[in-house]
């Protein structure tokens, strides 16, 4: 059996071996630099094309932006999507006090950003990706962003008073969702990339209070249709937070989709060059059309 620690980092040098693919246009959703969406028209030359939201991935840290994602960004393109590529605001890139890695997201501006984001997307495409199909919506996220695009969903559920919350549930076909950080207890538990989930939230003092905001995992059931997909031999974000998610939608009674890849770890499902990275795209169709 491979050396597991062996194998994600060849997994993540293949995936992060794809040089970046520059957007067919560009638009801000505000005024801060990272408050932006790029845009990739479908390769075929289609029209009315399924729009997929993708999020990318990172542990909501600074270091890591959308550009890692554009190989994977630029395959569904070439499988006839039309797709929106959205950035946010991250962690400070100054690690926090006694620690070696950069800070873990920004509370609230982490939050506002995706939230404006999806609001802002369907009239933005309307104007700079004309080839999508803006009533054709999906959502889709890795790791981090994962987490992200199950929250975007599940805006209209959450507690009375946040400012994110949506009167009815958005527009969208669905959710696929690549390795998510799902469950913020489970993840918090096996200490998913050094402690994260707590960072993003302003530490242990504040956990308690801003979970019930930013947890997908009680923002349950949303009505939206969920599919996850996750590599079983996952090390990065193992598949038993995506499954503590999964226990979690069944007992609200929603059932969500689950898709556990044999022999694949966290990288290959953003990775052109991986059979995974297929069955996401099919994944994604599904919902899409």
């Known amino acids: 059996m491979p050396d597991p620690a062996a194998r ?18 560009s638009a801000a959703y505000g005024d801060h630099p990272d408050q932006v969406v790029d845009f990739y028209a479908p390769r075929d030359g289609g ?35 039309a797709v929106a590529s959205v950035e946010y605001r991250r962690g400070s890139d100054i690690p926090r006090q006694g620690g070696t890695a950069p800070v873990a997201g920004r509370w609230p501006e982490t939050f506002d950003d995706v939230a404006a984001a999806l609001d802002a997307v369907p009239d933005l495409a309307a104007v700079h990706l004309p080839q999508a199909d803006t009533a054709r919506i999906v959502l889709t996220g890795h790791s981090a962003g994962g987490h992200l695009a199950l929250w975007a969903a599940a805006r209209h559920v959450l507690p009375t008073g946040s400012p994110w919350r949506l009167p009815a549930p958005p527009a969208l076909r669905g959710v696929v969702a690549l390795a998510p950080i799902a469950h913020f207890e489970r993840a918090v538990e096996l200490g998913v990339c050094g402690g994260a989930v707590t960072e993003l939230l302003g530490g242990d003092t504040e956990y308690a209070h801003r979970a019930p905001f930013a947890d997908p995992a009680v923002l349950l059931p949303t009505g939206i249709a969920t599919t996850i997909v996750q590599g079983r031999e996952d090390v990065v974000v193992p598949h038993t937070v995506a499954e503590a998610y999964a226990e979690a939608a069944a007992k609200s009674g929603e059932e969500v989709g689950f898709t556990l890849l044999e022999g694949v770890g966290h990288f290959p499902l ?13 994944e994604i169709a599904q919902l899409a059309w």
Not at 270 to 282: N, Y
């Open 270 to 282: 953003i990775d052109p060059a991986a059979d995974a990275c297929a069955v996401v795209s099919e």
């Open 8 to 25: 994600d980092a060849a997994e993540e040098a293949s995936a992060f071996s794809h040089p970046a693919v520059a957007p067919d246009a």
């Open 47 to 81: 029209t009315r094309a399924p729009l997929v939201v993708a999020l990318h991935g990172g542990a909501w840290r600074a270091p890591y932006d959308r550009q890692h994602l554009t190989p994977f960004v630029d395959f569904l393109a070439r499988r006839g999507f």
